[in-house]
């Protein structure tokens, strides 16, 4: 069984820039919710993908989309970059709306 | 809304000390209660987790016990490890896409 990986492991970026990070999601699961975290902080929400729909937002501006492909796979994007978009994007993944969720390893991306 | 806080730190134990890492939440409902772990440079691990009243949750010499009338999900170990220095994070789940809702991490250095 593959656990939930993301790509790219790190990723440096500038102010304005836009980005995409990916994640496949454990064998068998077609739920994605994605994670941000910053420094010395907790995980906070960003969004939620069930059978290739959004279900559910943080709260995040809207230049925060994602996408679900048919293969349950996702993506993140986030467009013009913000210092503060600086963080570990963490994604999970698990079957169906449950509570159990298997995190990846994240990205963590660097906006200067 | 939801909402986790937990015991900051950092904290600095002796290996074989007791470890105790207090957690409370407010939360509509009755959710689950979890923690996670985050080892250094890798995302999070779930360690244990407790759906209702009084569950007592367990996993590798650490428990907590879901106390609805106190609103705390406190993380116990009796004799900690060198290998149990990490960041720990209290969560809940709510809502019906069961996002999850972290406190700010407590860092945990276990010393020979």
């Known amino acids: 069984e593959t656990g939930v990986t993301q790509s790219p492991t790190h990723l440096i970026k500038t102010r304005g820039q836009q980005v995409t990070l990916r994640c496949s999601s454990q064998?068998?699961?077609?739920?994605v919710s994605w994670y941000q975290q910053a420094l010395g902080q907790g995980p906070q929400f960003i969004f939620q993908?069930?059978?290739?729909?959004?279900?559910g937002r943080g709260n995040f501006p809207p230049r925060f989309s994602g996408l679900q492909f048919p293969n349950y796979s996702s993506e993140l994007n986030v467009n013009a970059l913000e210092l503060d978009d600086s963080a570990l994007y963490l994604c999970a993944s698990s079957w169906g709306q449950t509570d159990e969720q298997y995190f990846g390893p994240g990205t963590r991306l660097t906006v200067t | 809304g939801n909402s986790v806080t937990q015991m900051e730190g950092p904290v600095t134990l002796s290996e074989e000390a007791f470890l105790t890492i207090n957690c409370t939440y407010t939360?509509?409902?009755?959710?689950?209660l979890f923690w996670y772990v985050q080892y250094p440079g890798e995302g999070l691990q779930l360690l244990l987790k407790a759906t209702k009243a009084d569950d007592k949750g367990s996993n590798k010499g650490f428990e907590a016990t879901y106390r609805k009338e106190t609103t705390s999900f406190h993380l116990e170990k009796g004799s900690v490890q060198v290998s149990d220095s990490a960041v720990y994070f209290c969560?809940?789940?709510?809502?019906?896409?069961?996002?999850?809702?972290f406190g700010k991490g407590t860092l945990l250095t276990v010393n020979p």
């Open positions: 969560a809940l789940s709510g809502g019906s896409n069961y996002k999850l809702t």
């Open positions: 064998s068998g699961h077609n739920t």
């Open positions: 993908y069930y059978r290739e729909e959004e279900n």
């Open positions: 939360a509509t409902g009755y959710p689950s």
